[in-house]
RNA sequence: GGAGAGGUGGCCGAGUGGUCGAAGGCAGCUGCCUGCUAAGCAGUUGUAGGGGUAAAACUCUACCGAGGGUUCGAAUCCCUCCCUCUCCGCCA
């Protein structure tokens, strides 16, 4: 959510940064409901004021047992009115939150103009990509054949878009969450944190998944629960409301959850395979900071989560995503894209962004500054460090040898009993 | 799911219709004082919004779990909801 008197005082700047991310912003609207809740605001505050202080006028008679009868005529008058303003007010008010909470956060002024993903900017290119003498297979045909992945069997429990790891493959999923939580609290200093995965209305509006995608989000029935998303949301929600200390920050917090989404609107796309799942596995990373330093530590965050592909010797690269391609809440995204070689090219594996204060005005989470002055929003940021399905894709793609067995990169080993490589005859796990 | 108790400021805790933003205590801050430590004395300390200002000062309004209602006036009365605790039942 944008700040109200931000907006109000840098009409035109704000609307042009907001048309950066493409599709026409209007904020006339916003401008006229703004002015017309001022107008009454002070016209029920004037009358409030008058009806206090005739409370105690009136309190005063009574005890000299004087007549209030014509005042409180009047008063009553006045209390009507109050109620009708109060009711106006409210209804500006409620129609000023729904074009806030629908407004999309301002880019960051180093984030690259730009309408689709083609035009973001590669940042660095981290690794070599493996040659083959053959040609390399997807992560799909792989995990089949090995009887680690099995899609078919999970569409008969639920559907497209699941899967059941078998064997090693199920050891590897779980070995590469144990891996990155490690690397994240011992190397990383983050506190883990195992959150519920169900989380309120609140929580998905704190973090901007609510109002407007709802569509996106598996929704408890007859509850008002939503199956998260990603760990940003409880993460990131764990403060709300709260005042934290200028000492506490920055505060570092990895957690391992399911994610759930129903990918609507991405018929069609990425049908096969792990990388387009409802449910997914997921490391995060989840920062709270002091503004002056939110951008030094997405820098940080980013190198956080890069650390784990370093680690197993997936070829990857960075890039800074166009103000087009920009998620609703972010101010500034870093995509880490993993190289497939069974799709030859580049994949997302990881997202990290700021959010600046967006989030903390939508979730109410403040700092006190130690000088004693007023309690300011924090900024929050986030990343994958990582996906976990699609680093299990990027391993079965890039460590694939021709007679279909996978190489256990050498830092995961310690996680999978030793194992150096999956294969045919040992895919009993 | 059944029965009961309770939600007040950073914390503890008074307050059952009228100068209550809220007594008292603790903690914090600022002075004074005492040779250090401790104690003592005085003052001060919430959030949001409107107006005001270059920024302050200042001023108004709201906030005692949330939302409604009664009333000239509500922390205090009424209704609904949420949460916490205790006991019983059920359960990994």
């Excluded at 998260?228 to 409880?234: G, Q, R």
Aim: charged share 30%; with cysteine; net charge neutral.
């Amino acid at each position: 959510m944008l700040d109200t008197k931000f907006l109000r005082e840098n009409l035109e700047a704000a609307e042009k940064r907001l048309a950066l991310r493409g599709g026409s912003i209007s904020l006339s609207e916003f401008k006229t409901i703004e002015e017309e809740r001022r107008k009454l605001i002070a016209e029920v505050e004037a009358l409030k004021a008058k009806r206090n202080t005739e409370s105690l006028e009136i309190a005063r008679l009574k005890k000299e047992n004087k007549d209030v009868s014509k005042i409180l005529t009047e008063m009553q008058q006045i209390s009507s009115q109050i109620k009708e303003l109060d009711d106006k007010v409210k209804g500006e008010e409620e129609a000023l939150e729904k074009i806030l909470l629908n407004l999309p956060n301002i880019p960051h002024s180093s984030v690259p103009a730009g309408k689709t993903s083609e035009d973001n900017v590669e940042v660095r290119k981290v690794g070599d990509i493996p040659e083959f003498a053959f040609k390399p297979r997807e992560h799909s045909e792989t995990g089949e054949m090995l009887g680690i992945l099995d899609f078919e069997r999970a569409g008969k429990l639920s559907g497209a878009r699941f899967a059941i790891y078998k064997g090693f493959g199920a050891l590897l999923e779980r070995a590469l969450i144990n891996f990155m939580l490690d690397i994240h609290t011992r190397e990383n200093r983050y506190t883990e944190l195992l959150p519920p995965f169900m989380v309120t209305r609140a929580c998905m509006t704190g973090t901007g998944q609510l109002p407007k995608f709802e569509e996106d989000l598996f929704k408890i029935d007859g509850w008002d629960h939503f199956l998260i998303p990603t760990a940003e949301v409880p993460v990131t929600n764990m403060h709300r409301d709260e005042i934290l200390k200028e000492d506490e920050l920055p505060i570092y917090y990895t957690a391992y959850t399911p994610c759930f989404r129903k990918e609507a609107g991405s018929y069609g796309k990425d049908v096969k395979g792990l990388i387009r799942q409802h449910q997914f596995n997921k490391v995060e990373l989840v920062k709270f900071s002091k503004p002056e330093t939110s951008y030094d530590e997405l820098e940080g965050l980013t190198r956080d989560a890069e650390k784990i592909l370093q680690r197993l010797g997936l070829p990857y690269r960075v890039v800074v995503l166009c103000t087009g391609d920009m998620g609703f809440a972010s101010a500034k995204t870093y995509d880490i894209e993993v190289w497939l070689p069974g799709q030859g090219k580049y994949r997302e594996i990881s997202s990290c962004s700021n959010f600046e204060d967006f989030q903390a005005r939508r979730a109410n989470i403040k700092y006190k500054p130690k000088d004693g002055g007023k309690p300011r929003f924090v900024h929050t940021l986030n990343g994958s460090g990582l996906a976990v399905g699609r680093t299990v894709v990027a391993i079965l793609e890039n460590y694939q040898q021709e007679d279909g067995s996978v190489v256990i990169p050498e830092a995961l080993r310690p996680y999978m009993r030793g194992l150096e490589k999956i294969q045919k005859s040992n895919m009993k796990g």
